[in-house]
């Protein structure tokens, strides 16, 4: 099994290329700029974007389904112009067009060979679907339920619904729920199944809301109002174009599903916030498919929090007031090295405390070159170089306007600015071979990373990896250069500012394996971390599961900090399964030891579904 | 194992530099040694000290050699009390070289408590085996900074260039008290800058005179890298071009504060001399390895430009003026010297008469040319020591 994890790509077959797509909805957003599968904007249904084409031809190949009409039709629709393959490798290292063109001729041979086509029929609820949403957007169709069988999460096993509805209106919605329950028909809503937890899959009905992607903006008052389709990464690009920024997490993520899940947080939840900070209101509709706006006095009361597992939803979340955040245009990125945890702790306390960044996050070594590297295999060099050559194995990222670089510059701590930066991601394959890296290391035996201090080390360092676009290209499958180098070339992909605000990087974790987080809300205590860190490695040893220092982000001016941990783990290898379950359930329990002995500790499945809190209920109560 | 004719040597620090030529060196010449040491990572003490005897050509000398875990920090080293006991009974002399040669002040902790604290330990044993001679070996810098003549006597200089030079003046202090009241005779030995061997230009370590002219061949590499790869844009920019004569123009104004010397001896003398005070010293001593004909920073920089096919090298005594602007070869340059800058032009004169005597007017070689290419080419063969054991 470990094998078709590492094979790469072109040594794979359609179907173990399938088998291994992430379900990160990535290829739904144009995060490279290269567009989107053509056929995904127009149908809507996830079956007909290269997410859905995989699971699609991995039930085909693995003979779960038959051909059926929409299957032809998801197939024909593929006009194989290969921009999956772009998004695909640049996250993952993944070539889905050679599963296109699989799913294209199983498809063809099937018919070609008198395969029989399974039509499928409108039962009676099916039929009064389309009266509310109309008849293109619900179906029964096997290879559209197929493909709503999985989410993100493998620990969860993949169930397929009997129905996918696409509903355009809050009424449409309230008339599904009225009549799901008339009809004792389980439902689920699905935004682009990007939780870890396995949370958007479901017999019955599953309603996926990706129609519903109207933004309206109220700059006067500093919100923009979101139907529950948008997603972060299109919402984050309208208010840039205005001039503002919002706090946004996954670029997949819908803004209402991630709010209405655990509630929006990212690096920038250092100043922005997280769970009620994010938004000024919402609309919901119910249980019983009445509608309620969360600013009614007779509405439930979204922004308490119950120290419960798993609490109820309290319904669909059918629009979202967002905050839009102010943006200056000194804004930098810098990262700020640090030899050991608890000295990056203390840094990001102070700077959280004296309200010095926008953004900050300390991260380990792994997800440094994981998020900077093309390809698994130089991420473990470079991971390597920045450990033991470097003697980085800890990096702050601090996005912040002028006052706060110079602040960070004036505390004493030697940083990458964003020049730097710059050299050193394009410059990476350099580094691989740079001799004097070993230089550099001693230098800084008398205080580390003084070289950055060295006013033309820039320059020099800059000589010394001759980055170029070209050069980072090199690095991935020579056909896809071209597209790389072009696409390198563009400011933003080097810009730590937007890097940070569209996180279009972070889907790289599950790069070399699928990952699941453990995510808890704790004060930066550095004991009460090392413990966590260890005792999380401990429960992932025991197991044989990978794993590795996640992100710590300070919230609340360094009161608390969020803090994740990640386990990684193949999904198609069931052994494995077992192992990382049991890894979850230990590491609950550990939060859970933790969060009674001090009450100060929260772990994330005591956040689910209550993303619409208050912070200081959630992280004060 | 060789008789019973010589002396059996508890010898610390002899994974390090001195200590593995001393090793070698002295298990040639028929001693029994026996060393206190700690384990690598992946690595058990007598593995290690295995692949440094192969790396000298004597593996075969292993059984010559008893490996012991210590621990400087614990009672008895860390060494279980049967064994503690039967050591005490057999060993006659210890040379203590295990020191952590950092210069970092941001080290000062570790540094004081390796080269300072933990003496106590190996004090102990010495007491407790009832050993005969304690030798230590210290360094030529301990006299301190602000002495022109530096004599064969303990240092009560209150100044000192970094931490290392410091904890090992503390530390000549503090052994001598010991050894006087419990009658142990100790010498004291004191090298200045140690490179390879002067014959074969073997090496094991690669700092001291080997730094500058690694980082100014690493500077050198990059500014070559951009002319030959990227149309030397970069170079240009800072005036670095390639000569007709294919020589690399690549000015570097280093400053040192005043005229003076750098005293460095080859590793072959500092065993040599070493072993004939050991041999000889019956009422212990001080001695200072030093060199009477020391070379200077602008000779090593000739002899870089002529190996290195470089120009523009410029060593300039006195201060560097007032916002000077420098290239960033200069300025990273300047950087990576700085720990070693105090060395480079240094005008203290180091009294040998105890060394003279003590070595059958053993002298150092005056630092040539040829000594200067086989050291650096070795160096450059093993990549500064990244691929020695490879
Ligand atoms: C690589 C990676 C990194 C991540 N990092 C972060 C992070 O840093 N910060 C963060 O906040 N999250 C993070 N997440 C988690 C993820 O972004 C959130 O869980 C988000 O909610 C997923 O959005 P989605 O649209 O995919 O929701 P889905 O997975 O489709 O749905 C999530 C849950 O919400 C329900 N739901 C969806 N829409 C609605 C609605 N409108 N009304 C009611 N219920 C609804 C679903 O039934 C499901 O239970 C990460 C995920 C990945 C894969
Ligand atoms: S190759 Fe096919 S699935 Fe991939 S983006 Fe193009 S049309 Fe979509």
């Known amino acids: 099994m470990q094998d078709i994890v590492n094979k790469s790509d072109d040594k794979k077959t359609p179907y173990e290329i399938a088998r291994n797509c992430r379900h990160y909805a990535m290829c739904k957003i144009d995060f490279l700029g290269s567009g989107v599968c053509d056929s995904g904007p127009e149908k809507h249904f996830v079956s007909f974007y290269p997410q859905g084409r995989m699971i699609l031809y991995e039930a085909l190949a693995g003979n779960k389904i038959s051909v059926t009409e929409k299957c032809i039709e998801i197939a024909d629709s593929c006009n194989l112009c290969g921009k999956c393959d772009y998004q695909c490798y640049f996250l993952n290292e993944m070539r889905p067009t050679k599963v296109m063109e699989a799913l294209k001729n199983h498809v063809q041979t099937y018919i070609k060979n008198g395969g029989k086509i399974k039509l499928s029929k409108d039962d009676f609820l099916l039929a009064e679907i389309k009266k509310i949403v109309g008849e293109n957007w619900a179906s029964n169709d096997e290879a559209i339920t197929v493909t709503y069988s999985h989410d993100l999460s493998a620990i969860s096993d993949p169930k397929v619904p009997d129905y996918v509805v696409m509903p355009n209106t809050k009424e449409e919605i309230s008339s599904l729920v009225k009549l799901f329950n008339k009809n004792k028909i389980t439902y689920t809503i699905r935004g682009n199944g990007q939780n870890l937890l396995g949370f958007a899959i479901n017999e019955g009905a599953i309603i996926d809301l990706n129609r519903m992607k109207t933004i309206e903006f109220d700059e006067k008052n500093w919100l923009v109002k979101v139907r529950p389709g948008v997603t972060a990464f299109d919402l984050q690009k309208q208010a840039q174009k205005r001039g503002y920024r919002i706090n946004a997490s996954e670029p997949a993520a819908l803004l209402c599903a991630n709010i209405m899940c655990s509630g929006i947080m990212s690096t920038f939840s250092t100043t922005y916030g997280i769970n009620a900070d994010n938004f000024i209101n919402a609309e919901f509709v119910d249980h019983s498919g009445s509608l309620f706006d969360l600013n009614e006095i007779s509405s439930p009361n979204l922004y308490s929090y119950k120290n419960l597992e798993h609490k109820d939803s309290p319904g669909i979340c059918v629009s979202a007031s967002i905050r839009l955040h102010p943006v200056t245009d000194d804004e930098k990125g810098i990262l700020v090295p640090f030899e050991t945890l608890n000295n990056a702790l203390d840094f990001i306390k102070d700077c959280s405390i004296r309200h010095i960044g926008l953004a900050l996050g300390i991260v380990g070594a792994e997800y440094i070159s994981t998020f900077l590297s093309p390809t698994k295999k130089m991420a473990s060099e470079i991971k390597n170089i920045f450990v033991d050559k470097l003697n980085i194995p800890w990096l702050v990222v601090v996005i912040g306007d002028k006052y706060a670089i110079r602040s960070i510059s004036e505390m004493g701590f030697p940083f990458f600015d964003q020049n730097l930066f710059k050299s050193l991601y394009l410059g990476l394959p350099s580094l691989k071979t740079a001799q004097w890296l070993d230089l550099v290391k001693e230098l800084s035996d008398d205080e580390p990373y003084s070289y950055l201090k060295v006013k033309s080390f820039a320059e020099l360092f800059e000589t010394a990896l001759s980055p170029s676009p070209r050069l980072y290209s090199q690095e991935v499958d020579k056909e896809l250069s071209p597209f790389f180098e072009k696409l390198f070339s563009h400011q933003e992909m080097t810009d730590l500012v937007w890097l940070n605000m569209y996180r279009i990087m972070s889907t790289r974790l599950g790069r070399k394996k699928p990952f699941l987080p453990a995510l808890i809300y704790l004060p930066i205590d550095k004991d009460l971390i090392n413990d966590f860190t260890d005792k999380f490695r401990l429960i992932a040893e025991k197991h044989g599961i990978d794993n590795d220092f996640g992100f710590i982000t300070p919230i609340d001016n360094g009161k608390r900090c969020i803090f994740e941990y990640d386990f990684f783990y193949d999904y198609n290898d069931p052994d494995e399964i077992q192992r990382i379950r049991q890894v979850a359930m230990e590491s609950n329990m550990l939060i859970d030891d933790y969060s009674v002995k001090t009450g100060t500790v929260k772990g994330h499945p005591y956040v689910l579904y209550q993303g619409f809190c208050r912070k200081e209920n959630l992280l004060y109560s | ?390």
Request: aromatic content about 12%.
């Open chain 2, 1 to 390: 194992m060789a008789g019973k004719t010589k002396p059996v040597i508890a010898l610390t620090g002899a994974t390090g530099f001195l200590g593995s030529h001393l090793m070698a060196t002295m298990l040639a010449k028929g001693y029994s040694i026996i060393v206190f040491g700690r384990p690598a990572k992946n690595e058990s003490l007598k593995e290690r000290i295995s692949r440094l005897l192969k790396w000298f050509g004597i593996g075969s000398f292993l059984d010559q050699v008893k490996c012991i875990d210590a621990d400087f920090s614990q009672d008895n080293l860390g060494i279980e009390n049967g064994e503690y006991s039967r050591l005490c009974s057999v060993v006659d002399s210890v040379i203590h070289c295990a020191s952590d040669t950092s210069f970092s002040e941001n080290k000062r902790e570790k540094v004081m408590a390796a080269n300072v604290n933990n003496l106590k330990g190996i004090l102990e044993f010495s007491k407790n085996a009832h050993i005969s001679f304690f030798h230590y070996i210290s360094t030529a810098y301990v006299a301190g900074t602000g002495v022109s003549f530096c004599k064969e006597i303990l240092s009560s200089a209150k100044s000192f260039t970094n931490v290392y030079e410091e904890s090992k003046a503390a530390a000549e202090n503090l052994i001598s008290m010991f050894c006087q009241k419990n009658s142990i005779t100790l010498s004291i030995i004191r090298p200045s800058i140690v490179y390879g061997d002067s014959q074969s230009g073997r090496s094991l370590k690669f700092n001291a005179l080997y730094f500058p002219i690694r980082s100014a061949q690493s500077i050198r590499d990059i500014y070559l890298n951009d002319l030959s790869n990227n149309g030397g844009i970069k170079a240009a920019k800072n005036g670095i071009y390639i000569d007709n004569d294919g020589y690399l123009f690549l000015p570097l104004k280093i400053y040192l504060p005043y005229e003076g010397d750098l005293n460095i001896i080859p590793v072959d003398y500092f065993v040599n001399a070493t072993i004939k005070i050991i041999e000889n010293c019956s009422q212990g001593g001080i001695y200072h390895l030093t060199n009477n004909l020391p070379t200077t920073m602008k000779i090593v920089a000739k002899y870089y430009e002529q190996l290195m096919k470089v120009r523009g090298v410029e060593i300039i005594y006195g201060p560097q003026p007032d916002n000077l602007l420098r290239n960033p070869a200069e300025e990273l340059f300047d950087r990576f010297i700085e720990p070693y800058r105090p060395y480079l032009s240094d005008n203290r004169v180091f009294d040998r008469t105890n060394t003279i005597l003590a070595t059958d007017n053993l002298n150092p070689p005056k630092f040539t040319y040829e000594i200067f290419k086989t050291c650096m080419e070795y160096a450059i063969k093993v990549n500064w020591g990244a691929s020695i054991f490879a």
